[in-house]
């Protein structure tokens, strides 16, 4: 089942399934029951498929984009965390920070795993069972100061608002059964810049969820970004930044294509 999360013309927030071409209104939970009702959803803005209960980043996971960095091979997933003010909607802009400034802004296509029950200590060959479904995602980052000023921490450089677009839709976890099976890319007005599949990834999803989990509980609603394939901005020579009036899509398979403009902020 494909959900779409979004505001109807009265400012209401719903859930919907695509069917046939249209959305139909789901009624209840996310992580509860969901119940279809016959009505085609009033869909005047589309939101962000969920509202995270807190965003887990696994950096360096791709082995193409640990080369083109030059790093090391990570002997665990590296993890990091995106702050709840991150979170952008499909189509709204990614705002590059000009108060606290930075002018190295990347964009980073990822596949964002949901996780829909509390689970803890999970084996991985059970991990799959705790996944409710999958979107794309943008690890926005400003690299100035992920790398410079951050003091060796890469929150400041990762958290600034916009910087975690997700969208379009939420997959459920029984229409992508191999999560790491799917193609990945970004196109950056209309030239594909990222181009890879997630089958590259060196942790793959079930034993991020067995790491992630380990000593460590996990609410429904956590999201996990899973990394990014090559080709990255801050690799290419010259770098390329994002700049304002740029489009930036991010295409995962199975999910769709999120697309945000880019702004100063």
Not at 118 to 138: I, M, P, Q, S, W
Not at 144 to 165: E, H, I, L, V
């Amino acid at each position: 089942m494909k959900i779409i999360r979004y505001s109807d013309s009265a400012g209401d927030i719903h859930y919907a399934r695509e069917a046939g071409g249209s959305f139909e209104r789901l009624a209840g939970e996310l992580f509860g029951e969901l119940t279809p009702t016959g009505e085609t959803a009033d869909v005047a803005k589309l939101l962000a498929p969920l509202v995270p209960s807190v965003i887990l980043c696994i950096g360096l996971n791709y082995r193409h984009h640990a080369e083109e960095t030059k790093a090391k091979i990570p002997e665990f997933p590296i993890l990091f965390v995106k702050t709840p003010n991150t979170l952008q909607n499909p189509g709204d802009p990614i705002q590059l920070p000009t108060a606290l400034a930075s002018h190295q802004v990347d964009y980073e296509c990822e596949l964002a795993v949901v996780i829909g029950r509390t689970c803890k200590n999970v084996k991985r060959e059970h991990a799959l069972d705790y996944v409710f479904g999958y979107t794309a995602a943008n690890d926005v980052s400003a690299r100035d100061w992920q790398k410079n000023w951050g003091g060796g921490q890469w929150c400041r450089g990762k958290s600034f608002d916009t910087f975690a677009p997700l969208g379009p839709v939420l997959v459920t976890s029984d229409e992508i059964p191999n999560p790491n099976s799917l193609a990945i890319k970004t196109i950056v007005n209309g030239e594909t810049l990222q181009d890879w599949t997630t089958a590259d990834m060196i942790f793959d999803v079930p034993t991020l969820i067995e790491f992630l989990s380990g000593s460590t509980t996990l609410y429904p609603g956590t999201v996990i970004l899973t990394g990014t394939p090559h080709g990255v901005g801050m690799a290419r020579n010259p770098p390329r930044w994002l700049q304002p009036g740029d489009e930036v899509t991010v295409e995962v398979e199975k999910i769709g294509r999120l697309t945000n403009p880019v702004v100063s902020e």
